[in-house]
């Protein structure tokens, strides 16, 4: 397989990955089928806001099917823009090319009979398994150095010059499998002419390596006044403590005091984004969160504004916890429809009964924006007949904007195929109503 993929540095080195409407076709006689998306309804790499333009996307899918009935190949190009404003450049710009080609296939028996899995359970994963994990790394290191990895940087980082594939993921590697390295980093990240290119990719590398040391390496950093220089490169740079899988209690200690010590609006939301996503991750890996996961709740507590609200709801959603979902759904009538609108997309890590009755109550919000957010959260939810009833009653009633939201609740019961009367009733209702062509030929 290869993949190529790039994206434009105002998106901080992440992909536009978002939701998208797709179409497909078939011909039968070639065994080919051809996906096309024709527009993103939800884009990844703005978080918990909209795309701040126009979005143009362009793509294409072919997937060829042997006649034994396994895929032949597969190749996909899309490419996504997003204009701002006035200006005739995109904004943001990424790619994808993909190919995919079957290779030789064979038969094969297997000998003897299968382990017991159960003997699975007495493997020390603090001993044998991070070994071979250890080993496995050094190979994919192979011969990269720290020398090679500062001269990348002066490189990749200083100088528009393309980053050769691997080359963060072996710098990542290295910090990893070397933990002291990550103190040279901070050097680097201070050193006098350094852009905010290069200080974002040293973040990036530390983040992913994720070790302790390298955590302790991002902190040192964003203390730096090297980091202060610009308030927007700033907020960048601290939300990448957001991608760090399993933060120590010195980061959430870190990220509680920067939601403290915020010297503007916009490092305040920054670090609460942050420190929500710190909480999530540290609860996925088993850590204690009640002293940070309280900090958030009281801050949504004494929200003085409605941007505040939004701002700390928001943080909540990336936090995850089920314990959280019924003072979020406090929220879901309050009288400022920004704050409804941010009600929904903070449930979406929370695939629960009680999140799905928030939802589709959502659904029939006088505001479309809102009742939008909560169809697009509701994708991500397994809906059962119970809810997709809920859901029916919701987009029956008179409150719902058919002609703004009919296209959104098809895509989302496309997205559920399990067999239900409601989801029926529902697309019988849109195809009796609706005259658009396009529509009625998905539905």
Avoid at 227 to 236: L, V
Wanted: net charge negative; charged share 20%.
């Amino acid at each position: 397989m290869t993949l190529g993929l790039t994206a434009a540095d105002a998106c901080a080195g992440y992909p536009l990955l978002g939701t998208a409407t797709a179409f497909y076709s078939t011909q039968e006689q070639d065994g080919v089928v051809i996906r096309n998306r024709t527009g993103h309804t939800r884009l990844g790499a703005f978080g918990q806001g909209q795309a701040p333009g126009p979005v143009a996307v362009h793509s294409q899918a072919e997937l060829r099917i042997a006649p034994d009935g396994l895929v032949a190949s597969l190749s996909h190009e899309e490419s996504v823009t997003v204009t701002v404003g006035a200006e005739t450049e995109p904004r943001f710009h990424a790619t994808v090319d993909a190919t995919v080609r079957r290779g030789a296939t064979a038969a094969f028996e297997v000998a003897g009979t299968l382990p017991d899995t159960r003997s699975f359970d007495h493997i020390d994963r603090n001993g044998a398994n991070l070994d071979l994990e250890k080993r496995m790394d050094e190979q994919m290191i192979g011969d990269f150095t720290l020398t090679e990895l500062e001269q990348g940087l002066a490189g990749y980082a200083l100088t528009p010059a393309k980053m050769p594939d691997g080359w963060v993921t072996r710098a990542m590697l290295l910090v990893r499998t070397n933990p002291a390295y990550a103190t040279r980093l901070v050097e680097l990240f201070e050193r006098p002419g350094m852009t905010t290119r290069g200080r974002s990719l040293i973040m990036d590398i530390l983040a992913s390596a994720g070790n302790p040391e390298a955590q302790a390496a991002m902190c040192d950093a964003l203390s730096t006044d090297a980091a202060h220089q610009d308030e927007g490169a700033f907020t960048s740079l601290l939300q990448r403590l957001s991608f760090v899988q399993r933060p120590t209690g010195a980061t959430v200690q870190f990220l509680e005091h920067q939601v403290d010590a915020a010297s503007s609006s916009r490092h305040r939301t920054a670090a609460v984004y942050a420190l929500g996503a710190a909480v999530g991750n540290t609860a996925m890996a088993g850590g204690d969160v009640t002293e940070a996961n309280g900090k958030l709740l009281a801050g949504l507590h004494a929200a003085k504004d409605p941007e505040d609200r939004s701002v700390m709801i928001a943080a909540l959603g990336n936090a995850g916890l089920p314990a959280n979902l019924p003072k979020i759904a406090e929220y879901a009538d309050d009288e400022d429809a920004a704050v409804r609108r941010t009600v929904a997309p903070a449930m979406r890590r929370t695939d629960t009964q009680d999140a799905r009755k928030v939802l589709t109550s959502l659904v029939s919000d006088t505001d479309s924006r809102v009742a939008k957010t909560a169809i697009d959260t509701l994708k991500t939810q397994s809906l059962d007949e119970d809810a997709m009833k809920s859901l029916e009653t919701a987009v029956s009633g008179e409150a719902f904007n058919h002609g703004a939201l009919d296209s959104e609740l098809v895509t989302l019961l496309a997205s559920h195929t399990q067999q239900s009367e409601s989801r029926d009733h529902m697309l019988d209702s849109l195809l009796s109503r609706t005259r658009d062509a396009q529509l009625a030929s998905r539905i």
